[in-house]
C-alpha cells in the first residue's frame, strides 16, 4: 500500500492508494572454487569442493505502478507524485551469495553399476537482513518519510543429501536415477517471504545418457521436486520503511517439474 500525509494541510488528512514497484537490477561478481579428489582404489573415489561467497551491489530500476481504478486515478491526478512515488526511478540493493561447501563420493558396485553420495552445506545465513534503497525519498505513514525498504528474512545455514546411481544397460545406454533432500533456509513462518515460499524439498530424478557413434553423446533428465506445504504471516510494519503497512498471512502450495536435455559433441 502507497500510504503517506500530505505536506499540505489544506489536503486530505491521508493518502492511500495500493501500489507495487517492480524492481530490476544487475552486477558482476568475483567468486573462487577450490575442488579437491582422491581416488581411493579402482572402485572408490571421494571430493571436497568448495565455493566462495561473492558480494554484489545490484542497481537498477523500480517501476512504480497503481493498482485497482481509485488508486489509478489519484496516480493520473498526480497526488502521488509530490510523495516521491514516480513512475520510474533508480534502485540499489546489497547482496552476498553464500559460499557452499560439498562432500561426494562415488563407489563402483559392479562393471554396470554405481552409486554415488553428495552432501552440501551452504551458509545461507548471510542474507538476514537487505535495504532496497530508492532514489527518491519518499512521504510515508504517520508523516514519517523514507527512502529505503528493509528485508530481514534471517536465514539459516542449509544442508542437502543426495543419492543416486547408474546403470550401464548396453554399450551406448546407461539409465540413472536420483533422491535428495533439501533443507530450506527460512526458519518459520514469520521469517518466509510471499515471494519466495519455500519449504522442505525432496528431489526425485531419473535419467539417462546415450553414446552415438565415438563423438555424440545424449543425456535426458526429468525431475520432480515436490514441496511441502508452507506458511506465511507478518505482523504490521512498524512505518519506517516504503512497504505493506498491514499484518497479512497466506498458505502456499508448491512444486516444480525440471526436464534437461543436453547434447555434447566430443571433437577428436
Not at 485497482?68 to 540493493?93: C, F, H, I, S
Not at 545461507?124 to 510515508?140: D, G, M, P, Q
Request: charged share 25%.
Amino acid at each position: 500500500m502507497l500510504q503517506a500525509t500530505p505536506s499540505n494541510p489544506t489536503a486530505a488528512a491521508q493518502i492511500k492508494a495500493d501500489g507495487h514497484a517492480d524492481v530490476k537490477g544487475s552486477d558482476w561478481g568475483v567468486g573462487y572454487q577450490l575442488a579437491w579428489m582422491w581416488d581411493i582404489n579402482d572402485r572408490a573415489r571421494v571430493g571436497v569442493n568448495y565455493r566462495s561467497k561473492v558480494s554484489h551491489t545490484l542497481k537498477g530500476d523500480a517501476e512504480w505502478a497503481a493498482d485497482g481504478a481509485a488508486a489509478k486515478q489519484q496516480w493520473n491526478d498526480n497526488m502521488l507524485t509530490p510523495l516521491g512515488y514516480t513512475a520510474n526511478e533508480k534502485a540499489r540493493v546489497k547482496i552476498v551469495t553464500p559460499e557452499s561447501l560439498s562432500v561426494h563420493g562415488m563407489y563402483k558396485v559392479s562393471d554396470k553399476a554405481d552409486l554415488f553420495g553428495d552432501v552440501t552445506w551452504t551458509r545461507h545465513s548471510r542474507f538476514n537482513k537487505a535495504e532496497l534503497f530508492f532514489e527518491k525519498e519518499k512521504n510515508i505513514a504517520n508523516g514519517k518519510k523514507s527512502d529505503r525498504t528493509t528485508i530481514t528474512p534471517n536465514w539459516r545455514n542449509t544442508y542437502k543429501v543426495g543419492l543416486g546411481g547408474s546403470y550401464q544397460i548396453s554399450e551406448p545406454l546407461q539409465l540413472r536415477v536420483g533422491i535428495a533432500f533439501d533443507k530450506p533456509p527460512v526458519r518459520n513462518a514469520d521469517y518466509r517471504m510471499n515471494s519466495l515460499p519455500d519449504g522442505n524439498r525432496i528431489w526425485f530424478s531419473a535419467g539417462m545418457k546415450y553414446h552415438i557413434g565415438k563423438n555424440h553423446v545424449v543425456d535426458a533428465a526429468y525431475t520432480h521436486i515436490h514441496i511441502n506445504d508452507t506458511s506465511y504471516r507478518t505482523a504490521k510494519a512498524s512505518g519506517n520503511d516504503v512497504d505493506s503497512k498491514g499484518a497479512s498471512c497466506a498458505r502456499f502450495k508448491n512444486h516444480a517439474d525440471i526436464i534437461d536435455l543436453q547434447y555434447t559433441y566430443k571433437f577428436k
